[in-house]
Each structure stands twice: as structure tokens, then as C-alpha cells.
């Protein structure tokens, strides 16, 4: 019998959320405590299964005291703190950052970016054509996924989950200083001649759709993808004993790509190459 020890228990912080008296565990962060109390914090670069980067600075907050606002997805809640989610101040950094990135990358396929822009009332527009800091096509050098770094916000998940974090491949990192700081392979060259093992769990964490499936882009370009009719069934994993969870998601009777649930205690969403990508036996009938 496997022993499994118990966590000790956590005690309860009280402070002050939107004029609210809040309860939370300790060590929680000011964005679990929004999420338990049901308030809708736009969120970029922050990972569930990743530590905080702070790198988009669209979390933000207000802490009664503090001279700048905090990233709530890091910043850790503590007891008699008073906190403002939506204050004139946040919102019109949100506002702020939400342009700079909608003007210099495409934000088309990233999950709420544009509902956030409108309710943000953002207008990437201003800062015309030549704010786009990339203007390049898409790298397609294998069968499995696509890098489009027209997309990439670079929030650096991706060199995390690649590194060591999740993976310690360490196919993926930053290239450049300043402006032309950029996510990259060794010498720029193409994945196949990196230490890539084709695990996918970058595009896992990939919050823009600058890293996606090849069957994913593949669909779109097509003008085919639609994930209103798509269907998602989570299974077991049967390569190996290991019990991985896989979510296919199936769009007309066809796996179009597999994720993992992040609960899942085993893996928390991460997947190898034979999990993530060896569908492709199901569909030959």
C-alpha cells in the first residue's frame, strides 16, 4: 500500500477584497482569493501549473498602502490587507496593456483577448501599422506543431514547461536583449535539429495560439476549425502503465487534437509525444 502523507493544515488569512471580508488559506494568492469569490480577472502569462512570471502585467490590482499595483496572480494574500480589483487605477492599466499587445502581436486566437478589449474599451489602433513587432510567416518544419511567433506575447511559459519546470529539454529560450528579445531554438534553426521531444507541453501552456497543433493551424487556414461543434471526452492513456489522462477533443468524428486536465495529480496536464500526438491509429478505419 502506498503511504501518502498528510499536507499540514493551512490557516486562514482574513483581509479586505472589493469592500468584501475575505477568507483565505495562507500561502493562497490574491487571484485564487478573486477566483473563490467568483470575480473575473484577465489573465495572460499566468499558468496553473506554472510558477508566476509576471511578464504581461495584465492581473493587476490595487493594495491600499502599496506605491505601484500588484500582479495578483504571484502576489500573495495577507491578513488585513485591504484590495481593489477594479479600481480606475487597474483598469485603466489593464486598458494599457491590452493595446500594447493587441498593437504589436495578433491576438486573434488568443481565448478572450477580444472580449477583454471591449470591455476594456482598448484601441490597439492607435498606434498604427508599424507597431507590429514581427512580420513573419509562420515556422512549419514538422508534422506536429507550428510555431507563429506573430503570436507570442513572450510570457515565457513555454521556456518553462520546456525547462526546468516541467520537461528539461531545453529545446526553447530567449534569444536577443531588449526589442529584439524573442523565443528561439539554438541558433534559430529549426525544431527537428533541436533537442525538442516533441511532447507538446508548450503548446499546453501556450496562451496566444503562437505555438498550436499542426492539425489545429492546419484547420483554420482551411477556415474548418469550430469549437462550438467539438466534443471533448477525457480517457486513460493506453502506451504504458503510467495512467496519463487524455482529453480528445473530436470535431466530426475526427481527433483534431488531445490535451491533458491539469487536476489530474499524475501528470497535471503535461503529456509525451505518444500521448499528445499518436492519435493518428484511431482514425484509420
Request: charged share 25%; with cysteine; glycine share 6%.
Amino acid at each position: 500500500m502506498t503511504v501518502i502523507p498528510l499536507r499540514l493544515p493551512r490557516r486562514l488569512l482574513e483581509f479586505t477584497l472589493d469592500g468584501q471580508e475575505t477568507r483565505v488559506p495562507e500561502g493562497s494568492t490574491i487571484l485564487d482569493a478573486c477566483r473563490a469569490a467568483g470575480k473575473d480577472i484577465p489573465t495572460l502569462c499566468e499558468g496553473d501549473t506554472l510558477t508566476p512570471k509576471n511578464a504581461c502585467r495584465v492581473c493587476v490590482v490595487e493594495v491600499e498602502g502599496a506605491r505601484v499595483l500588484a500582479p495578483a496572480c504571484s502576489r500573495k494574500a495577507e491578513a488585513g490587507m485591504t484590495v481593489l480589483t477594479d479600481s480606475p487605477r487597474a483598469r485603466h492599466s489593464r486598458k494599457i496593456v491590452l493595446e500594447l499587445l493587441a498593437s504589436s502581436t495578433d491576438l486573434s486566437t488568443t481565448p478572450r483577448a477580444a472580449e477583454w478589449i471591449k470591455e476594456y474599451k482598448a484601441k490597439p489602433d492607435r498606434f498604427g501599422p508599424d507597431a507590429a513587432r514581427l512580420d513573419e510567416e509562420p515556422k512549419i518544419d514538422n508534422d506536429l506543431y507550428v510555431r507563429d511567433y506573430d503570436k507570442c506575447i513572450q510570457c515565457y511559459k513555454c521556456v518553462d514547461a520546456c525547462g526546468e519546470q516541467w520537461q528539461n529539454s531545453f529545446a526553447i529560450s530567449v534569444a536577443g536583449r531588449g526589442f529584439d528579445a524573442r523565443i528561439s531554438t539554438e541558433h534559430d534553426g529549426p525544431l527537428t535539429d533541436s533537442a525538442c521531444v516533441y511532447c507538446g507541453n508548450c503548446i499546453e501552456v501556450c496562451p496566444t495560439g503562437a505555438l498550436s497543433f499542426k492539425s489545429e493551424f492546419d484547420m483554420r487556414e482551411a477556415g474548418t476549425w469550430n469549437e462550438e461543434i467539438q466534443t471533448e471526452t477525457t480517457t486513460i492513456c493506453a502506451y504504458c502503465g503510467v495512467g496519463c489522462n487524455l482529453t480528445l477533443h473530436v470535431q466530426e468524428n475526427e481527433i483534431v487534437k488531445v490535451t491533458s486536465p491539469h487536476d489530474n495529480p499524475v501528470t497535471h496536464g503535461n503529456l509525451c509525444i505518444k500521448g499528445r500526438f499518436g492519435f493518428q491509429h484511431v482514425q484509420e478505419r
